[in-house]
């Protein structure tokens, strides 16, 4: 059974670094699609980066453009995200989602809690 467990999740201040990871189990992840989602409190959960089987093709947020950075390693079946200058906007639960390139399959994580305060 296809599982995506995040961790790296924790608080950090205004201007400070995280590092977000995603271990896949159960699925073949160079046929999926890897992606961050975010859900800041009391609003919609929203895009936050994606990236390609092959690794190449990457999209970010706008709001995240030039501060974060999605990779991957499908030999280990993990997709990160590296946060840099975080903003107090930045704060929510991020989850990591795994799309299929084939069919309509997909699988979530159960997120992980980020928290950017002084």
């Known amino acids: 059974q296809a599982q995506l467990v995040e961790s790296g999740g924790g608080l950090v201040q205004p201007g400070g670094s995280l590092r977000l990871s995603c271990q896949a189990s159960?699925?073949?992840?160079?046929?999926?699609?890897l992606s961050w989602y975010r859900q800041p409190p009391g609003t919609e959960r929203e895009l936050v980066a994606a990236?390609?089987?092959?690794?190449?093709?990457?999209k970010y947020a706008e709001s995240v453009q030039g501060r974060f950075t999605i990779s991957r390693d499908n030999a280990k079946k993990m997709v990160y995200l590296q946060m840099n200058s975080l903003k107090p906007e930045d704060t929510a639960v991020y989850y990591c989602?795994?799309?299929?390139?084939?069919?309509?399959?997909?699988?979530w994580g159960q997120g992980t809690l980020v928290t950017v305060s002084s």
């Open positions: 159960g699925l073949s992840v160079s046929y999926y699609t």
């Open positions: 989602k795994a799309s299929s390139r084939y069919s309509n399959n997909e699988f």
């Open positions: 990236i390609g089987g092959d690794g190449i093709i990457k």
